[in-house]
């Protein structure tokens, strides 16, 4: 038993497609015309590629794919700012390696690290911090990225240089948060959605109490998910029996890791270090209020925007897709990957045009990497 097992048993896994099978029966979804489910989640994506899950289940359920990748909605014009800050011959940039090669207009962090910048992978915002110690001379900064996951990381790392009074190590911070492009989603009446799985990861940190909004005003079912196939597929079950029974509330299949009311240390650092920008652009959904973070006055010495003249919606371009790439269309649901006319052809992970086939959990990867599988039939 290494603790994942009981969770990929395929006994148990074709009773609950069974039980699957049987509610979209009930429910009369077919293949022309199916119950929509979101996975919000890039890891969820992979995970239901990973183990074939959009070929066992009935083909009256589809999968949406959603923004849930936080590298895959950055928008180039800050990969460019990130390159810009990289040049500066007095910086060390450090960021996480699935950030390395996001295009930007011009290059990526990977090219310009070959042009010569000096920029480091890390495994977290505390190797940074480390760095800057080592290296007084020379201004260490953190690529803060990710969603709720990350964001209490990076706050306790800025909360640790303030007190220890260093002056070289800022935060390059765009972190977003997962309900507000939620509710992009549900206001936009090409979308049609009829419930959610909902992120794993991000629920550890924040709890499942942020999604009230999707039951309550939007009448959609919500269940915060694991990861392992079952998990998946359990969540499912639970979404079409809400959907069944005329219900939409919030459930949590993921109870063993996901407190309801999320982690309260994690939320606090993220409260004393954050604000809620106005406004920030998810790449594929436009400008969201409200749905970035950005670091408060108070430790705005630690804020690389700030050291760095770099502001957001300042010195900010907006920058358009490059042609032929679909990452918007992809990102948002209208369109799956091998849809878009450059993917596996001008777009490969070894030469991306877009952050979708670059990112671990972009769904672009995700079809590329298991896409072709011939998978055995559970029965």
Known sequence: M?????????VKAKG???????????LGATKENPIHIMEICGGHTHAIFRYGLDKLTPPGLEFIHGPGCPVCVLPMSRVDECVEIAENPNVIFTTFGDAMRVPGT???????????????????????????????????????????????????????????????????????????????LLD???MVLDGFVGP???????????????????????????????????????????????????ENQYSRIVPDDGNPVSIAACEEVYEPRPTFEWRGLGEIDASGLRIRDRYKAF????????????????????????????????????????????????????????????????????????LESVE
Do not use: W
């Not at 990452?327 to 001008?346: E, L, N, S, W, Y």
């Open 106 to 184: 011009k290059k990526s962090l990977m090219q310009a690290k070959a042009d010569g910048a000096d920029i480091r992978m890390v495994y977290s915002p505390l190797d940074a911090l480390e760095l800057a110690r080592r290296n007084p001379d020379r201004e260490v900064v953190f690529f803060g990225l990710g969603f709720e996951t990350t964001t209490p990381s990076t706050a306790l790392s800025i909360l640790q240089a303030d007190a220890d009074g260093l002056t070289n190590f800022t935060i390059f911070c765009n972190h977003i948060t997962v309900p507000p492009p939620i509710k992009a």
């Open 2 to 10: 290494n603790y994942a097992d009981e969770f990929r048993d395929p």
């Open 200 to 250: 794993g990861h991000v629920s550890m940190v924040i709890g499942i109490k942020p999604y009230e909004f999707i039951a309550r005003d939007y009448g959609k079912p919500i269940v915060v998910a694991g990861f392992e196939p079952l998990d998946l597929l359990q969540s499912v079950l639970m979404v079409l029996e809400q959907i069944r029974d005329g219900r939409a509330e919030v």
């Open 188 to 190: 936009d009446p090409h």
């Open 303 to 374: 804020d690389a925007e700030v050291k760095f003249d770099i502001g957001y919606g300042r010195n900010t371009v907006f920058t358009a897709e490059q042609e032929g790439c679909a990452c918007g269309d992809v990102m948002t649901g209208r369109i799956k990957p091998h849809a878009c006319p450059q993917f596996g052809k001008g777009c490969t992970p070894e030469m991306p045009l877009g952050a979708l086939m670059v990112s671990s959990e972009g769904a672009c990867s995700a079809y590329y990497q298991y896409g072709g599988l011939e």
């Open 16 to 26: 609950v497609l069974g039980a699957i099978a049987r509610v979209v029966d009930e």
